[in-house]
């Protein structure tokens, strides 16, 4: 029985469907045109979200579009509770990489990594992609948000920041 399944057509479709989920979505994919609503230009700071006991709360806006970034970009890889997946994804609660400095937060951000990262005694090898195609205001808000949640209490990264961080880079 086993393996007349093996060989079936089933298996084989079953194989490249794997491969082809695998290859087309990777662990977060991005579009170079993506425009998401968190590239709009926001006019307000501040932005009211309403919590499990329905009293109304006035939280910076790279909170709000900082975890619908997150959503879409990372939780697959950091999941939500930002502790990664052992031996792949690194942590991303309680982190110096995250908490600590800006500039270095960023370059993992904007131009990934592919070299293995120690966090807290454990070596993490799967490769962090680029998202240096999201626009300046997208990466600040992200990174304010990783910077601000999960245990994590680190000061914001500003749109400026992000965008002196790439001239300076880019010389």
């Known amino acids: 029985m086993i393996a007349h399944f093996l060989i079936s057509r089933s298996w084989v ?79 991303i609660n309680n982190t110096e990489y995250v908490t600590g400095e800006k500039d270095r937060l960023l370059k993992i951000i904007i131009y990934g990594s592919n070299v293995g990262l120690v966090v807290k005694g454990s070596t993490y090898s799967n490769a962090m992609p680029a998202f240096g195609a999201l626009s300046d205001l997208q990466i600040a808000n992200i990174t304010s948000y990783i910077r601000s949640s999960f245990g994590n209490n680190a000061e ?4 400026e920041e992000v965008s002196a961080y790439r001239a300076n880079k880019n010389n």
């Open 13 to 91: 479709r079953f194989f490249f469907t794997v491969i082809i989920t695998i290859y087309s979505g990777g662990c977060n994919s991005i579009k170079k045109d993506d425009k998401s609503e968190s590239q709009e230009v926001l006019k307000d700071t501040r932005a009211k979200t309403v919590s499990d006991s329905e009293k109304e709360i006035d939280l910076p806006i790279y909170m709000v579009q900082g975890e619908k970034l997150y959503t879409q970009h990372c939780l697959t890889c950091h999941q939500s509770n930002g502790k990664g997946v052992s031996g792949l994804n690194p942590p």
């Open 156 to 159: 914001a990264i500003t749109e």
